[in-house]
């Protein structure tokens, strides 16, 4: 579900809020004075917090070279908190003004692209990445590490295979910048439902599943929809219910038991006999056309469910593993 969140950071809220002091490894993103106001910070909100930063600012070996306006040089280590700050400002809901983020990206030393890709990315980050490069900038540090890509800018697949090998990433749309918050709040909320540990590892991309998300918009409302047309699967095993629901749905995604024979890799056979099976248990509704729609919502909505039930388990699993590690 998406939770608006003024200073904590749940499932799609914005780094927003918080103290502008110290590094809080454990939180991760840019935190800045005050509780954030839902209409938004003033330009001398923002500045205050980057002047915080402004003492003991230095250089390092090594300098970024993303955005750099022209005789702007700072390095790594200097650039750190006003990254963070323009990549707060960046994913606020709602949108900062032009006259904020310019300023901000001024004080970063990083020119603001058009468009951008937000990236969620499930954590734990690695350690050791850098926070920006050619076309990119990260926040890697607490619970939602995610990357924004500049548009134009480097293909997100490739830019992630390099800095996440085989990590679980969902990209989002490429919006206007004052957008790039809309953006990564859908791909975090795709990513709580797409990560799943039988599937390879690699971007997800919420422009090819804007059903799902749609759907779990309201997570009571989905399970109500559920509940109403999927119940009488609940009195079967479950796994006899999951594979019956798994061949509904390519069935009426498909149109024919061969089809979907091909799709689930069975037997023609097989899946006539669960069709069958399925109309002794939904009876006449399952073939009429004003019910098509519903079911097949009903069965994304019960595939969604399941897939967030696993990528909550392959989560906390983590957890337990990185505790162990410590």
Same mark, same amino acid.
């Given at each position: ?8 950071? &749940?499932?799609?809220?914005?780094? *927003? %809020? ?7 490894? /454990?939180? &991760? ?13 003033? =330009? ?19 300098? #970024? ?26 994913? *606020? ?7 904020? !983020?310019? $300023? ?27 926070? *920006?490069?050619?076309?990119? !900038? ?20 490739? =830019?992630? $295979?390099? =800095? ?7 990209? &989002? ?7 790039? &918050? ?19 590892? %690699?971007?997800?991309?919420? /422009? ?9 918009? $309201? ?10 047309? =999927? %119940? ?20 009426? #995604? ?9 799709? !689930? ?22 073939? #009429?056309?004003?019910?098509?729609? #519903? ?32």
């Amino acid at each position: 579900m998406v939770r608006q969140s003024s200073g904590t950071a &749940g499932v799609g809220a914005p780094l *927003c %809020g918080g103290a502008a002091r110290g590094a809080a490894a /454990d939180d &991760g993103g840019a935190r800045l004075p005050g509780q954030q106001r839902r209409k938004g910070r003033t =330009l001398t909100d923002w500045s205050a917090a980057d002047r915080t930063f402004e003492h003991g600012r230095g250089t390092t070996e090594g300098e #970024e070279t993303f955005g750099h306006a022209p005789g702007e040089q700072h390095g790594t280590l200097g650039r750190s908190r006003p990254l963070s700050l323009l990549a707060a400002a960046l994913t *606020c809901e709602p949108a900062q003004g032009e006259a904020i !983020l310019l $300023d901000l990206a001024r004080r970063a030393g990083w020119r603001l692209p058009p468009r951008l890709h937000a990236v969620a990315a499930a954590p734990p980050a690695p350690a050791g990445l850098p926070r *920006c490069g050619p076309g990119w !900038l990260a926040e890697w540090g607490g619970a939602q590490p995610y990357v924004l890509i500049a548009q134009p800018g480097p293909e997100p697949a490739g =830019l992630l $295979d390099r =800095l996440l090998p085989g990590r679980p990433v969902v990209v &989002g749309p490429a919006l206007a910048r004052e957008q790039a &918050g809309t953006s990564l709040r859908w791909a975090r909320t795709l990513l709580s439902l797409a990560v799943d540990p039988a599937r390879p590892a %690699g971007p997800v991309y919420v /422009d090819d599943h804007l059903p799902a998300l749609l759907l779990a918009q $309201d997570e009571t409302l989905l399970l109500q929809l559920v509940r109403r047309r =999927l %119940g009488p699967l609940s009195a079967l095993p479950p796994a006899q219910a999951e594979r019956l629901a798994e061949t509904l749905l390519a069935w009426f #995604e498909s149109g024919s038991a061969a089809q979907t024979a091909r799709l !689930l890799h069975v037997h023609p056979q097989t899946v006539r006999y669960r069709i069958r099976q399925a109309e002794r248990i939904f009876g006449r509704e399952l073939k #009429e056309p004003r019910h098509r729609l #519903e079911f097949v919502l009903a069965l994304n909505g019960l595939r969604l469910t399941a897939r967030a039930r696993r990528s909550r388990a392959a989560a906390a699993l983590r957890r337990s593993r990185g505790h162990r590690s410590a």
